[in-house]
């Protein structure tokens, strides 16, 4: 494990636990990835490191709260970067060294978030049309960061063909790290992933690239390395489906058995994500919507009809969820049933839980 982090950041990236095997990094996600569920995700096999959702930054903007415990109550064991979206040059400096007062692992840049609230302010995957004013952006938040600067980006706006143009800056800007989701900012979260761009990426800076979208299971995992010689695999959606991805991912690359979860481990998950997501003071309906932003996910996975789903999305609050999750998971022979690798084709999360950003 990487040491205890100085007051400026580290210097060098957290060490792989096996050189024979990929980074592996939670992907931020917007009101998903808090203190409480990088604890579940530690609990199931932890990856490498974590990265906070996003905080938002303009002239008054503050550091928000609840992201901020992400870090400074961070107890998984794993080191975590703090991400930035925004356009404005000072305040995003401004930002940059308040966040270096807190155990952060690196700074880390979002060039990617497609949200058109987001991007019509110019910021995250809107900053993808703006190449003039990314190059002075990372010139001034590599001055202001003496650790670890990271950039996670899409791979273009409408298409790729500003994107070795992009390439050349992250060079330019001795960028330590790229994450790269291999879509561009109009394809949202279900065009195919071009792991061919992955690849041009890696081959072309000089740093390592992480890379990201739809990496569904570990086999998937070792034909994107394969596919883009990638350094790092940085996962999403798929581990709030599959908690255990980042554990089965390690255990592939060493050549070990993979663990398989039953239909009971997936009961046990969904008590501990009630246990560290829910606030106390949500009502049982407040309580039922935070849970199934998850659930929609988890239920991609557990059976090919999307019964699960389709139940769980009509309870109306905590109890009658949980009792949905018991019939669906545990009750008759379900419990020792094995748990989907992959999501079930046609199965499919609700759209709007993953375009939920906002700034
Ligand atoms: C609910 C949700 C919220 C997200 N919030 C962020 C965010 O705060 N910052 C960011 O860089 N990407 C965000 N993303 C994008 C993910 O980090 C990731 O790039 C994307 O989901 C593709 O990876 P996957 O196929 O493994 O999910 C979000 C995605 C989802 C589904």
């Known amino acids: 494990m990487p040491a205890a982090v100085a007051a400026d950041g580290p210097s060098a990236l957290p060490s792989p636990f096996s050189a024979s095997r990929p980074w592996t990094v939670l992907a931020p996600m917007q009101d998903v990835t808090n203190l409480g569920f990088l604890r579940v995700i530690a609990r199931c096999g932890a990856p490498d490191w974590f990265v906070t959702e996003f905080f938002r930054v303009h002239a008054t903007s503050t550091l928000e709260k609840h992201i901020l415990a992400s870090i400074t109550e961070n107890t998984t064991g794993r080191p975590i970067f703090a991400q ?12 940059v060294r308040q966040l ?12 990617g978030c497609p949200a058109p609230k987001v991007y019509r302010k110019n910021v995250g995957g809107g900053l993808l049309r703006d190449l003039a004013h990314v190059d002075q952006l990372l010139a001034a938040l590599r001055a202001a960061t003496p650790g670890l600067f ?5 791979i273009g706006f409408d298409d790729t063909a500003a994107f070795p143009d992009f390439l050349a800056l992250m060079r330019q800007h001795r960028v330590d790290l790229l994450s790269v989701h291999g879509r561009t900012v109009k394809g949202l979260y279900r065009s195919p992933v071009d792991y061919a761009a992955i690849a041009q990426a890696a081959q072309s800076v000089a740093c390592p690239v992480v890379a990201n979208g739809d990496i569904t299971s570990a086999a998937k995992a070792q034909t994107v390395v394969a596919q883009t010689g990638c350094a790092g695999l940085m996962i999403g959606r798929h581990a709030i489906r599959n908690p255990w991805i980042f554990r089965q991912i390690h255990e592939a690359f060493a050549g070990e058995k993979i663990f398989q979860p039953t239909l009971s481990d997936v009961r046990s998950y969904i008590d501990d994500l009630a246990a560290n997501v829910l606030a106390p003071d949500m009502t049982p309906l407040r309580q039922a919507a ?31 969820l949980l009792r949905v999750c018991d019939a ?32």
């Open 328 to 359: 669906h998971l545990l009750a008759g022979d379900r419990a020792n049933r094995p748990f989907s690798s992959e999501p079930f084709q046609g199965v499919i999360a609700r759209p709007n839980c993953e375009q939920e950003c906002s700034l």
């Open 100 to 111: 270096l007062q807190f155990p952060v692992a690196g700074i880390d840049l979002n060039l």
């Open 290 to 320: 935070r849970l199934k932003k998850f659930l929609n996910f988890v239920g991609t996975g557990v059976d090919p009809e999307g019964n699960f789903l389709a139940a769980m999305r009509r309870a109306p609050d905590l109890p009658e």
């Open 84 to 95: 930035l979206i925004g356009e404005d040059i000072p305040h995003m400096v401004r930002t």
């Open 150 to 154: 990271t950039v996670k980006m899409r």
